[in-house]
């Protein structure tokens, strides 16, 4: 817990003593990787690797793997899709909820968000991510993005995939996970939209995505990848460099935990924090434009499908299951809410079926590549009547002013998407299992695997999220708060945050 808090605050101690770059997504984080233990398919990261002298003379001898080009492609694809997701999709999701005096607001929230996500990752939150320091972040072996070009070869340096032998350019890679990190930034604002300082989300983001996002990324997505478990006695060497959840072997196909339970204890910590809108509880507020919003949910539902397949980084069997369990959950989790809201409402609404989309994507993030596609229908299903709860019952226990529910959708979603994950990744249930030994590539058998274990495993994974986005999001609206406040005043308010933050207006009488 001292090591926790002791990062949180980014102690210089916690970013000095650390190795050479080695970088990694898990698209599925894995177990602790022993040569008898088990671990699931994740994006590793291209890392030389410790072996006998034989074994070394041979590598030594052995071509350089080339990136093949389909993989490369597929990769430039999904990236794109992500961005897709984020500006248009989200922003008119959540700028269609809003009131029209700030639907623009909100939209430049997204899509500045974005934009200066994208830059701080570049600059260093890439190599704070996804090279080798300790478990708890990176190091600056890709500060600047330096290194990308590998001088010494002449070309383009290579990122590790799931397969051993397989890479794609580091520089792909480095796209692909920037996108992450901008839409989970992004998908913060959804919580206090129409009341805060457009100053003061900006400030907020550059340190939440400092403090919060990247340590848990390298958390949960780090490790040295596959070519680096050339023997059995380097096992527990490779397994030591890695992120500390990855450590614990919890699984996280593309984000559960990384993106949207990360982002939503940040949002409810920042509704606790900025207050309730004026009106609240008195006066409705109702949708501006479900037009829009369902045209973003439809955007989201297309390039979610880059989000989960691309974190397989490979055009492969692992791209194929996470894309129709992406399918095949959404529609389950559509279906779920509109049954739960005709049987609470006694109707089933647009907004309804568009929150249902949503819910299901969230829950099926973790388990994409992760679980059968019976597995997958069964976790849309819950989580469409579970984020129905989230965003009536428990919105209602809580007391805060979600604006567009991040918490409801997104919090529980990625909740219920990563206990499930544990559940049905088991060859009993239709899952595709663990990788056993990353020496071998063997799969873990049916009578090995221990589903209650693995639950478990990702609940440590989902209460540690849980606490470090808490603190780190506490922390940094206080710091906001005292430098330049977080709220608009209440005549600004009341006019709208079009006219009085950007001095613009969305429609025209």
């Known amino acids: 817990m001292k090591k926790l808090l002791a990062c949180l605050a980014l102690a210089a101690a916690a970013f000095t003593g650390l190795a050479p770059a080695a970088m990694a997504q898990d698209a599925a984080s894995a177990p602790a990787v022993t040569a008898s233990d088990t671990a699931a398919p994740v994006a590793p990261a291209a890392a030389p690797a410790a072996s006998a002298p034989a074994e070394a003379a041979s590598a030594a001898a052995a071509p350089a793997p080339v990136p093949n080009k389909g993989d490369t492609t597929w990769m430039m694809v999904s990236t794109l899709l992500v961005i897709l997701m984020t500006v248009p999709g989200l922003a008119l999701f959540y700028g269609g909820l809003v009131r029209s005096k700030n639907m623009l607001s909100v939209l430049m929230q997204v899509m500045v968000t974005f934009s200066l996500i994208l830059v701080l990752w570049a600059l260093y939150g890439y190599s704070l991510a996804f090279t080798e320091g300790n478990k708890f972040v990176g190091g600056f072996d890709r500060l600047f993005m330096k290194g990308i070009w590998d001088n010494a070869a002449g070309t383009f340096a290579n990122a590790a995939t799931f397969s051993k032998g397989v890479v794609i350019p580091e520089i792909v890679f480095a796209a692909f996970q920037a996108t992450f990190a901008g ?41 040295m990848g596959p070519d680096a478990y050339t023997a059995a006695g380097v096992v527990d060497e490779m397994n030591g460099k890695a992120g500390l959840i990855w450590q614990w072997g919890a699984l996280d196909f593309a984000g559960g935990t990384v993106v949207h339970i990360n982002a939503a204890v940040a949002g409810i910590v920042g509704a606790f924090m900025v207050g309730k809108r004026i009106g609240y509880g008195k006066e409705a507020f109702t949708p501006h434009s479900l037009t829009l919003t369902m045209v973003g949910a439809s955007l989201l539902w297309v390039g979610w499908f880059g989000f989960n397949a691309g974190s397989a980084l490979e055009a492969n069997g692992f791209a194929a299951l996470a894309f129709i369990n992406t399918l095949f959950a959404t529609a389950a989790a559509v279906l779920a809410w509109c049954v739960g809201e005709a049987l609470l409402k006694g109707k089933a609404s647009m907004l309804g079926a568009a929150s249902g989309a949503v819910a299901g994507l969230v829950a099926i993030t973790p388990a994409a590549g992760n679980v059968g596609i019976g597995g997958a229908l069964v976790i849309g299903l819950i989580a469409g009547f579970a984020c129905l709860w989230g965003v009536s019952g428990l919105k209602k226990l809580l007391g805060a002013d979600d604006s567009l529910d991040v918490f409801g959708v997104h919090g529980v979603g990625g909740i219920v998407g990563a206990l499930l994950t544990g559940v049905f990744n088991s060859p009993s249930l239709g899952g595709p299992s663990l990788v056993g030994d990353w020496v071998t590539a063997s799969m873990v058998t049916a009578d090995a695997y221990s589903i209650g274990s693995q639950v478990l495993t990702q609940l440590k994974a989902v209460v540690l999220t849980i606490v470090w986005s808490g603190v780190v999001s506490v922390i940094a609206f206080k710091i906001v708060d005292l430098v330049i406040g977080l709220r608009v005043s209440e005549e600004e308010e009341r006019e709208g945050l079009d006219i009085s933050s950007h001095g613009e207006t969305a429609y025209h009488k």
């Open 183 to 223: 839409i989970t930034c992004c998908l913060i604002v959804g919580a206090f939209a129409e009341r805060i300082k457009f100053s003061a989300v900006l400030l907020f983001m550059v340190l939440w995505f400092t403090f919060s996002y990247a340590p848990i990324a390298h958390m949960v997505w780090f490790w």
